[in-house]
């Protein structure tokens, strides 16, 4: 029997809708970590039917390091509406932080480093992480790193 603290618990934490999180945590007879990588295997999958659409709304972002390193970001996505969300917005700050600490030279090179704050993901599954959660397609359009003295 899954218990609703187990079921917020799990939303809380993965951000997934409820449903998804109940059939997850049904799955793995309500052990919440296999439940937590059954979400992010889910989501990655339904981030790689999203891959053909187009993405023409987004945002620009900015993130300055001690007033030693500056980087501008643009990130897009489908509609105004996702790019307005609270989770697109910590994807774009999580990405600035990865150019500022990894001064990656291209967007393929970011897409293959491993996520700063947990090595065990490559940015293009965080990425993918936040499509599933989001609905949309998400694509990393250019960024810019600047270095005092660089």
């Not at 951000?15 to 295997?41: F, S």
């Not at 980087?71 to 609270?86: G, H, P, Q, R």
């Not at 970011?110 to 704050?117: C, N, T, W």
Request: some cysteine.
């Amino acid at each position: 029997m899954i218990s609703i603290d187990q079921l917020k618990k799990l939303r809380q934490k993965t951000g997934a809708g409820v449903m998804d999180c109940r059939k997850a945590l049904e799955e793995t007879k309500g052990d919440e970590k296999k439940a937590e990588d059954l979400l992010q295997k889910w989501g990655i999958e339904k981030s790689e039917k999203k891959a053909d659409r187009q993405t023409k709304a987004g945002i620009i972002d900015s993130y300055i390091h001690g007033g030693k390193v500056g980087v501008m970001l643009e990130l897009l996505c489908e509609t105004d509406f996702v790019a307005k969300t609270d989770d697109f917005k910590n994807l774009s700050h999580e990405l600035c932080l990865q150019i500022a600490s990894m001064n990656p030279k291209d967007v393929k090179t970011l897409e293959s480093q491993e996520y700063i704050r947990d090595p065990k993901i490559i940015i293009r599954d965080l990425i993918k992480q936040t499509i599933g959660k989001l609905g949309e397609n998400i694509t990393v359009s250019r960024f810019t790193r600047y270095q005092l003295g660089g």
